[in-house]
């Protein structure tokens, strides 16, 4: 199985890149972000609770987004592999993700870090939050939050990599087509 953390800031490209990478090698995208709006979508209870955090700029907490993901691969069993997008985005989550995987056999191939700095995210994601709807795309307070989230409790994550040899680093500024490039170069190289 090719397990791919896409790992960095919130607009460092994460989500553009994975929609590339699904084509190319036929993954199965796990984005949290994403499985908790479809939540918030459907009016769950969970998705209510998420939201409340969600529009702070504020992480939910780890075992709301470990019993998602764990349901997820639940469900695909016979998957070639998968592309995790916003996850872990703890310590504690990535040790639950080790975990989870090793149950199953399998475990993280490779964590590709998107290297994006500050400045450019807030220019992004304020560019995004004009069409996106995303409500925590709007306000620069709640993207410096997201900001801050990351670089707090994230970013440490890429040393939970680093030390089992599995932190790739690329450069996530410039041509959407570039970054790719780079990214398929990790994967291809594995
Ligand atoms: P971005 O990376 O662009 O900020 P996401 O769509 O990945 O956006 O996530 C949006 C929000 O959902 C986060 O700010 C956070 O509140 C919540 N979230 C997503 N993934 C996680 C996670 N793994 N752990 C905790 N909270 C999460």
């Known amino acids: ?32 972000g994403d499985l908790l709006r479809s939540e918030i979508a459907q009016g769950t209870e969970l998705g209510l609770e998420a939201k409340k955090l969600m529009d702070m700029g504020q992480l ?11 349901n997820k691969l639940d469900a695909n069993k016979s998957a070639k592999g998968f592309i995790f997008d916003g996850f872990p985005r703890t310590v504690a989550q990535a040790e ?14 490779v964590m ?20 996106s709807g995303r409500p925590d795309d709007a306000n620069p307070e709640v993207i410096k939050k997201r900001l801050h989230e990351y670089h707090s409790k994230t970013e ?3 040393d939970f990599y680093k030390d089992q040899n599995k932190l790739k680093n690329i450069n996530g500024i410039g041509d959407v087509e570039d970054v790719f490039a780079a990214l398929s170069g990790v994967i291809d190289s594995l």
């Not at 939910?60 to 764990?70: E, Q, T």
């Open 1 to 32: 199985m090719l397990n791919l953390v896409l790992f960095g800031a919130p607009g460092s490209g994460k989500g553009t890149q994975s929609k590339k990478l699904i084509e190319k090698y036929q993954l199965i995208h796990l984005s949290t």
């Open 60 to 70: 939910v907490p780890d075992a709301v987004v470990n019993g998602m993901i764990s």
């Open 96 to 109: 639950a993700l080790d975990q989870l995987l090793k149950s199953k056999g399998s475990s993280i191939s």
């Open 112 to 131: 590709v870090k998107l290297n994006v700095d500050d400045e450019e995210l807030m220019h992004r994601l304020l560019l995004r939050g004009k069409d």
């Open 156 to 158: 440490i994550v890429g």
